[in-house]
């Protein structure tokens, strides 16, 4: 007896991210090996949640009636109705959802659950691991019994949806590995070209060691965990994989992966990455890699992940894996890292068992083995997790997070920093947690939303903030996001951290003051955006200026700007690196930037190396060519230009924002002596908070014989008055417009680097 299975892997967006596709695949090869007719399909959604989304649900709609499926199989599920229209439509088709670790529950539509029911672990302090060879095996015996019209009702490791009920079938069965050939070749659903799969999922050791017992941490402390729900007792408080590693020999393993890498880059040659699913799978990395070369492997990167204090406690373990690495022609890639947060409360409150500082001393061992180490890296894939907010998350907790992103250039790290919030399963510790809390909610608040669809993770409980600052801050943070996008994501969020510390409004009063937000923000990039391309009679005459290439400076600098936005990006900032960097600039004008760059002592010959390929400029606080003498020395060197921040018009508020009495003096001495030794200035004007009368840059510019370029950075403008900024740039243009001068506007945004001042000799047409 054969049965027709459609197996569907629905994705958030067009993009594939880490989740395993093998998976599923695997489930398909062994439903055809047993002679089932049995479809896969991977489904992009547009996740616009609108009309894409519902055009990608027509197709799938099309698919199913076109398979005429009598078991529909999903591991993950955020938009059920397609699904569940076509159960309705085609008599006696049913839906399962299979977990394999994650957590799972049922939602309205699904007949079957597979793998959410594991067992206690021997020790019976927390549920078992569970792994793709028991899923699948469950899974198999569901199709043979449904294949042959029998009863579905003992069937180990399989629990039934009957009248909404849960009715939890026997654990799942013992673990017996065997060859996993997933099928590769999957059906695309998607509404434009689809992404090329250079990432697959290899299957090693399932759960996870980290086995701390979260009851013990203070947001836990008397909780009871319900006994009618199986939960991860232990481990991270949010995951569902913690304190259960079902470990098998080690050449057993490797014999496994290596054989599912080969028929991966057999059948998929496109492949460039294996994902290893195993969370302590540092022990045999090296032997793992070097069997795959002595195998014959083609070179590929191989990605695991890794907590932060094993990194740094199994460090000789890595070193040999890299060698393994190096000595096959492969590369590898700790492409996961559990960070979630950089503060320590927020650590406790997900059970971590590491600090900030563990945490800031892994990322240190990861940059110094890339540095050291070609077949290395750390921040390609970026996997790593970070979960901004959950229900007890205040703004002093972000604010902390992101000052420490900042501070330590973890930018690198992450994908997208403030999207990911917590997921809430009732099989995870911090679900029971919030419920005490009375955090869960039936539904999602009007305007809120989980984050689990966007990502295309299975649908979560709905949850809301304890604390209505950090409502605002989350809806805020959407705000930006949508208005100014990803890049400057952490300064976004450090404007929006320090705004929400200071409100005191309550839920009520969240919709208004968003509003309030939204319109100073339009008005605020309705100004910029006019200035910055759409100038007319009466505004101030454009700077004369070039494109250049940005040679970025990480080092040190001799001021203290709260909103220092030079170090949330880490780059390495030796001599030999930031050669490499000049060298790979094309010839053309070059623009030295970030952080400080006359506090090299090297800056001067890395000006020389270039001043004859075009025009040489540095983006600086000016006070080093107050003395004179290096002032000459570096337009001898072949400086022709600087852009001088002077951070406030006056020097009470500059030396209040650059955090340095005397700053601004110095700065300004050095304009001078810039201007004596015959560079083109620029005076870079930060638009912040701080300052009271901006238009007054118009005339220091003057003074000093310099164009004028106006940074919009938001975390140093605030929330608090977008509108009052707004007027601001308009009475700023006014003056200079009055006063003739130069001025550039840069977006709302992070600041430009990328332009050079030129004299009017060395004018190209340019364009903002
Ligand atoms: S989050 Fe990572 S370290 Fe924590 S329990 Fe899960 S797999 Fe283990």
Same mark, same amino acid.
């Given at each position: 007896? #054969?049965?027709?299975?459609?197996?569907?892997?629905?994705?958030?967006?067009?993009? %594939?991210?880490?989740?395993?596709? =093998?998976?599923?695949?695997?489930?398909?090869?062994?439903?055809?090996?047993?002679?089932?007719?049995?479809?896969?399909?991977?489904?992009?959604?547009?996740?616009?949640?609108?009309?894409?989304?519902?055009?990608?649900?027509?197709?799938?709609?099309?698919?199913?009636?076109?398979?005429?499926?009598?078991?529909?199989?999903?591991?993950?599920?955020?938009?059920?109705?397609?699904?569940?229209?076509?159960?309705?439509?085609?008599?006696?088709?049913?839906?399962?959802?299979?977990?394999?670790?994650? #957590?799972?529950? +049922?939602?309205?539509?699904?007949?079957?659950?597979?793998?959410?029911?594991?067992?206690?672990?021997?020790?019976?302090?927390?549920?078992?691991?569970?792994?793709?060879?028991?899923?699948? &095996?469950?899974?198999?015996?569901?199709?043979?019994?449904?294949?042959?019209?029998?009863?579905?009702?003992?069937?180990?490791?399989?629990?039934?949806?009957?009248?909404?009920?849960?009715?939890?079938?026997?654990?799942?069965?013992?673990?017996?590995?065997?060859?996993?050939?997933?099928?590769?070749?999957?059906?695309?659903?998607?509404?434009?070209?689809?992404?090329?799969?250079?990432?697959?999922?290899?299957?090693?050791?399932?759960?996870?060691?980290?086995?701390?017992?979260?009851?013990?941490?203070?947001?836990?402390?008397?909780?009871?965990?319900?006994?009618?729900?199986?939960?991860?007792?232990?481990?991270?408080?949010?995951?569902?994989?913690?304190?259960?590693?079902?470990?098998?020999?080690?050449?057993?393993?490797?014999?496994?992966?290596?054989?599912?890498?080969?028929?991966?880059?057999?059948?998929?040659?496109?492949?460039?990455?294996?994902?290893?699913?195993?969370?302590?799978?540092?022990?045999?990395?090296?032997?793992?890699?070097?069997?795959?070369?002595?195998?014959?492997?083609?070179?590929?990167?191989?990605?695991?992940?890794?907590? #932060?204090?094993?990194?740094?406690?199994?460090?000789?373990?890595?070193?040999?894996?890299?060698?393994?690495?190096?000595?096959?022609?492969?590369?590898?890639?700790?492409?996961?890292?559990?960070?979630?947060?950089?503060?320590?409360?927020?650590?406790?409150?997900?059970?971590?068992?590491?600090?900030?500082?563990?945490?800031?001393?892994?990322?240190?061992?990861?940059?110094?083995?890339?540095?050291?180490?070609?077949?290395?890296?750390?921040?390609?894939?970026?996997?790593?997790?970070?979960?901004?907010?959950?229900?007890?998350? =205040?703004?002093?907790?972000?604010?902390? =997070?992101?000052?420490?992103?900042?501070?330590?250039?973890?930018?690198?790290?992450?994908?997208?920093?403030?999207?990911?919030?917590?997921?809430?399963?009732?099989?995870?510790?911090?679900?029971?947690? +919030?419920?005490?809390?009375?955090?869960?909610?039936?539904?999602?608040?009007?305007?809120?939303?989980?984050?689990?669809?966007?990502?295309?993770?299975?649908?979560?409980?709905?949850?809301?903030?304890?604390?209505?600052?950090?409502?605002?801050?989350?809806?805020?943070?959407?705000?930006?996001?949508?208005?100014?996008?990803?890049?400057?994501?952490?300064?976004?969020?450090?404007?929006?951290?320090?705004?929400?510390?200071?409100?005191?409004? &309550? =839920?009520?009063?969240?919709?208004?003051?968003?509003?309030?937000?939204?319109?100073?923000?339009?008005?605020?990039?309705?100004?910029?955006?006019?200035?910055?391309?759409?100038?007319?009679?009466?505004?101030?005459?454009?700077?004369?200026?070039?494109?250049?290439?940005?040679?970025?400076?990480?080092?040190?600098?001799?001021?203290?700007?709260?909103?220092?936005?030079?170090?949330?990006?880490?780059?390495?900032? %030796?001599? &030999?690196?930031?050669?490499?960097?000049?060298?790979?600039?094309?010839?053309?004008?070059?623009?030295?930037?970030?952080?400080?760059?006359?506090?090299?002592?090297?800056?001067? +010959?890395?000006?020389?190396?270039?001043?004859?390929?075009?025009?040489?400029?540095?983006?600086?606080?000016?006070?080093?060519?107050?003395?004179?003498?290096?002032?000459?020395?570096?337009?001898?060197?072949?400086?022709?230009?600087?852009?001088?921040?002077?951070?406030?018009?006056?020097?009470?508020?500059?030396?209040?924002?650059?955090?340095?009495?005397?700053?601004?003096?110095?700065?300004?001495?050095?304009?001078?002596?810039?201007?004596?030794?015959?560079?083109?200035?620029?005076?870079?004007?930060?638009?912040?908070?701080?300052?009271?009368?901006?238009?007054?840059?118009?005339?220091?510019?003057?003074?000093?014989?310099?164009?004028?370029?106006?940074?919009?950075?938001?975390?140093?403008?605030?929330?608090?008055?977008?509108?009052?900024?707004?007027?601001?740039?308009?009475?700023?243009?006014?003056?200079?417009?009055?006063?003739?001068?130069?001025?550039?506007?840069?977006?709302?945004?992070?600041?430009?680097?990328?332009?050079?001042?030129?004299?009017?000799?060395?004018?190209?047409?340019?364009?903002?």
């Amino acid at each position: 007896m #054969s049965l027709r299975v459609g197996f569907v892997l629905p994705y958030g967006q067009r993009d %594939d991210g880490f989740f395993p596709d =093998t998976f599923l695949g695997q489930l398909c090869a062994d439903a055809r090996a047993d002679g089932h007719v049995a479809r896969i399909a991977r489904v992009y959604y547009e996740g616009d949640r609108s009309a894409g989304d519902a055009a990608v649900a027509d197709r799938l709609a099309a698919w199913l009636d076109d398979g005429d499926f009598e078991l529909i199989v999903a591991e993950r599920i955020f938009d059920p109705a397609p699904l569940v229209a076509y159960r309705a439509r085609r008599a006696g088709a049913m839906i399962a959802l299979v977990a394999r670790g994650d #957590s799972i529950e +049922a939602i309205d539509g699904v007949d079957l659950l597979v793998g959410a029911v594991r067992g206690a672990t021997r020790a019976g302090h927390t549920r078992q691991a569970s792994s793709i060879w028991q899923v699948a &095996d469950a899974f198999r015996t569901l199709v043979a019994r449904r294949a042959a019209g029998g009863d579905l009702a003992d069937l180990a490791g399989v629990s039934r949806i009957i009248d909404e009920q849960l009715v939890a079938g026997a654990p799942l069965p013992p673990l017996v590995a065997r060859p996993l050939a997933p099928v590769l070749d999957h059906e695309v659903i998607a509404l434009g070209p689809p992404p090329v799969i250079t990432r697959r999922t290899i299957f090693g050791n399932p759960g996870c060691p980290y086995a701390a017992d979260p009851l013990t941490q203070p947001l836990y402390r008397g909780l009871r965990l319900p006994d009618d729900v199986e939960v991860a007792r232990r481990g991270c408080a949010f995951c569902s994989m913690g304190g259960d590693y079902a470990r098998r020999v080690d050449a057993e393993v490797v014999a496994s992966l290596v054989a599912q890498a080969q028929h991966i880059l057999r059948g998929a040659p496109a492949t460039r990455e294996l994902v290893l699913d195993d969370q302590a799978s540092l022990r045999y990395l090296a032997e793992l890699i070097g069997a795959a070369g002595d195998a014959g492997v083609p070179p590929v990167r191989w990605l695991f992940a890794a907590r #932060s204090d094993t990194l740094v406690r199994e460090r000789a373990r890595l070193d040999d894996a890299i060698a393994a690495a190096t000595s096959a022609g492969h590369s590898l890639e700790v492409y996961l890292t559990g960070f979630e947060a950089f503060s320590d409360a927020e650590l406790a409150r997900y059970n971590k068992g590491v600090t900030v500082e563990d945490q800031l001393a892994a990322v240190a061992a990861m940059r110094a083995l890339a540095r050291a180490h070609p077949a290395f890296h750390y921040a390609d894939a970026r996997g790593h997790s970070l979960i901004l907010w959950n229900p007890w998350t =205040t703004p002093e907790d972000l604010a902390d =997070t992101i000052a420490a992103i900042r501070a330590h250039g973890l930018v690198e790290l992450f994908d997208e920093l403030g999207r990911n919030r917590l997921r809430l399963y009732p099989d995870l510790p911090i679900h029971h947690a +919030a419920a005490r809390d009375g955090a869960l909610t039936e539904a999602w608040d009007d305007g809120d939303r989980g984050a689990g669809r966007g990502k295309g993770y299975h649908r979560e409980r709905p949850w809301r903030f304890l604390d209505a600052r950090t409502r605002l801050a989350w809806e805020l943070a959407e705000l930006l996001r949508a208005r100014l996008g990803r890049d400057g994501e952490a300064a976004q969020l450090h404007a929006v951290a320090a705004f929400a510390q200071t409100w005191r409004g &309550d =839920t009520a009063a969240i919709a208004a003051e968003r509003a309030r937000i939204a319109a100073g923000l339009d008005a605020l990039i309705g100004v910029t955006d006019r200035l910055a391309h759409r100038r007319g009679p009466g505004d101030p005459p454009r700077g004369r200026q070039r494109r250049a290439q940005v040679v970025r400076l990480t080092g040190a600098c001799n001021n203290g700007c709260a909103t220092c936005p030079n170090r949330e990006r880490y780059l390495p900032d %030796d001599a &030999d690196a930031v050669r490499a960097r000049l060298a790979a600039c094309d010839a053309g004008p070059i623009v030295f930037a970030g952080r400080e760059p006359t506090m090299r002592d090297d800056l001067l +010959a890395l000006v020389a190396r270039r001043a004859t390929t075009g025009p040489t400029g540095v983006v600086s606080n000016g006070r080093r060519f107050a003395y004179r003498a290096y002032a000459e020395a570096a337009t001898a060197a072949g400086l022709s230009a600087a852009s001088i921040k002077l951070f406030a018009p006056d020097a009470s508020t500059a030396d209040r924002v650059s955090r340095v009495d005397g700053a601004h003096a110095q700065a300004l001495a050095g304009c001078r002596a810039l201007r004596a030794a015959g560079a083109i200035l620029e005076i870079r004007a930060p638009l912040h908070a701080a300052i009271v009368d901006l238009a007054a840059y118009a005339e220091i510019a003057r003074s000093l014989d310099a164009q004028l370029r106006l940074d919009v950075a938001i975390d140093a403008i605030g929330l608090a008055d977008l509108a009052a900024a707004a007027a601001a740039v308009t009475a700023l243009a006014a003056r200079c417009a009055t006063e003739q001068v130069p001025l550039e506007v840069g977006p709302v945004g992070p600041a430009l680097h990328g332009w050079i001042p030129v004299g009017a000799d060395e004018l190209v047409p340019s364009a903002t």
